[in-house]
């Protein structure tokens, strides 16, 4: 018998008069129960982490159980099961069992309510086995939904058998979250039916967190923009062609758990990898509360967190730092908001659905020059695009910019008279639309992943030339987004991007705009989203400066 097994023998334990109480498994006895027999027979065992032996000592561990033992029972006093050591009703009440009793010591009825376990010193059980443990892990991890610091074993896990369902803050449909006190050979959790587990969540709002979390430091990116803007289908093309130009440099960007990443994943099979590439598709607009949001119950009110796009981000067996991965490797978050959270009067209570801007190592905000109704004119005289004539979008974009920022200025604690430091990109979308009106030579036709001592990292000088070229534009068709940037932020690049390279048509059986996957042909699609990384982990990207 091993540590990384459960058997599914029962167990029967054994009280003063030799009567059987069980059947039970053998996890419930290394939970704190003593003395056992093996089915019906007569061997007499201790659970405790030693050799099996039978000896009286060990009926005398048991009695004491039994008369000092913790006794479980419900409000109106019918008793419920016991005697559990003290260390199994911590381990109860850790794993939300306890939530609708009260507890007695021994026979004698000391009580305490099932919420001061909760607080008592619980032993730190380690997350993995030394002996199976392959990544270091963080002394300090962050939750991407709540953004609770915790030490790693304060993580949660996610119970694996059907059996287990209801938590606390999750729900009565979700599966259990528990501490977890015994670990398979591999390092992954043993849940209180037997089942292994492999899933984590946060010891706060118990959503589910990659395991990366734990073992990277992590960098929060948060993209931004007015409804209709284009965020998803340009995370979607910036995504697509980070994870390709990555490794074509040595470089590993990929998902930190693929299902936690399957909306964005089915973006990009939408755009980048259908069997129908000359069917229009259109992907669909981010709610609110959609799919990209989750509610979980805390403090005694519903509250509402995102859920980020995470992504393991590391260099390569091939690149120069290889050896230094553990230290230079990140996990990266993020976040898209439904433009509608950063419209006037929309900062609801209950709601911590922006609440990223305040940890954001960078900020993308996505302008849409169709969208500006004075630039509309000018526009049309260059491109047919069909998004130039659409109607019901009269958003101010500066207007949602401001209240972006004045959100990280109360977030951070930013004086109104300072400005932000950390770096606002402004990522200037449906270039393929606007770039022909640009006076002078070319753009080049890449910002991409250049050679810097023998390490990928990106050209910043080439960055800053196009970003003086896009803010003259912008400067003379629409100054106020140059004003609500630069009044507010140290620190503003205005970068082009096109995530598609061409223009979308009318679907008349849907009334939708629509693009053919075989056509999609981007352009700087990545190009924002390498220089916000560039500004989070610098030593990972660095920076040729001239």
């Known amino acids: 018998m091993t540590d990384s097994t459960i058997t599914a023998t029962p167990w029967f334990v054994t009280d003063s008069n030799d009567l059987l109480i069980g059947p039970m ?80 010591s021994g026979r004698n009825g000391t009580f305490r309510s099932a919420d001061a376990f909760e607080s008592w010193d619980m032993p ?45 803050v999750m729900g009565a449909e979700a599966m259990r979250r528990f501490v977890a006190s015994a670990f398979t050979a591999e390092g992954d959790a043993i849940d209180a039916a037997g089942d292994s587990c492999s899933q984590l969540a946060c010891p706060q709002c118990h959503l589910e967190i990659p395991r ?30 980070i994870c390709h130009r990555l490794a074509e440099h040595d470089m590993m960007f990929r998902d930190a758990q693929v299902d936690l990443n399957t909306v964005l994943s089915g973006y990009r099979r939408l755009l980048f990898w259908s069997d129908q590439p000359d069917s229009p598709v259109a992907l669909p607009k981010t709610e609110p509360q959609g799919n ?16 980020p796009f995470t992504f393991r981000w590391l260099p390569a067996m091939d690149h120069p730092a290889y050896a230094e991965r553990a230290s230079m490797g990140r996990v990266v978050c993020l976040y898209d908001n439904a433009g509608e959270h950063f419209l006037p009067g929309s900062n609801r209570t209950g709601s911590f659905a922006t609440d990223h801007l305040r940890r954001s190592n960078a900020l993308l905000f996505l302008f849409d020059p169709t969208q500006h109704a004075p630039l509309r004119p000018k526009l049309k005289e260059v491109s047919d695009d069909p998004q130039l004539s659409a109607s019901g979008r009269n958003y101010s974009q500066a207007e949602v910019l401001d209240e972006v920022l004045e959100r990280v200025r109360r977030r951070r604690g930013v004086a109104g008279v300072d400005r932000i430091s950390f770096p606002l990109i402004v990522a200037v979308t449906k270039a393929d639309v606007w770039v022909q009106s640009l006076e002078g030579h070319p753009l080049p036709d890449d910002l991409g992943i250049v050679d810097i001592n023998g390490r990928p990292g ?46 979308p048509e009318w ?5 939708l705009l629509k693009v053919r996957p075989s056509t999609i042909a981007p352009r700087w699609a990545d190009a924002p989203l390498l220089l916000a990384m560039h500004y989070a982990a610098p030593k990972l990207l660095p920076a040729r400066k001239a």
């Open 25 to 104: 498994t053998e996890f419930e006895l290394r939970e704190g129960l003593i003395v056992s027999r093996w089915g019906n027979g007569a061997r007499v065992a201790t659970s405790q982490s030693g050799p099996w032996t039978s000896s009286d000592d060990v009926r005398r561990q048991f009695l004491n159980l039994i008369q000092n033992g913790w006794y479980v029972q419900s409000v109106n006093g019918d008793e419920k099961g016991g005697p559990f050591t003290t260390e199994k009703m911590r381990r109860l009440a850790a794993s939300n069992s306890l939530s609708s009793v009260v507890v007695r």
């Open 124 to 168: 730190r059980p380690t997350i993995v086995p030394p002996e199976s443990a392959g990544q270091p892990i963080q002394a300090k991890c962050r939750c991407p939904h709540c953004w609770k610091m915790f030490p790693p074993d304060e993580v949660r896990w996610i119970a694996a058998h059907t059996s287990l369902r209801g938590d606390s």
């Open 212 to 241: 990366a979390i734990i073992e990277l430091q992590p960098t929060f990116i948060s993209v931004v923009g007015a409804p209709g803007s284009g965020k998803s289908y340009f995370l979607a093309s910036a995504v697509e062609r």
């Open 292 to 307: 990209l949001y989750q509610s979980v119950h805390l403090s005694g009110r519903d509250v509402w967190f995102p859920k």
């Open 458 to 503: 990106i050209d910043l000088h080439a960055f800053q030339m196009v970003s003086d070229r896009v803010r003259a534009w912008l400067k003379s068709s629409c100054p106020e987004m140059i004003h609500a940037a630069e009044s507010q932020a140290e620190k503003v690049f205005y970068v082009p991007t096109s995530s598609q390279g061409i223009s």
């Open 507 to 511: 679907d008349t059986a849907s009334n």
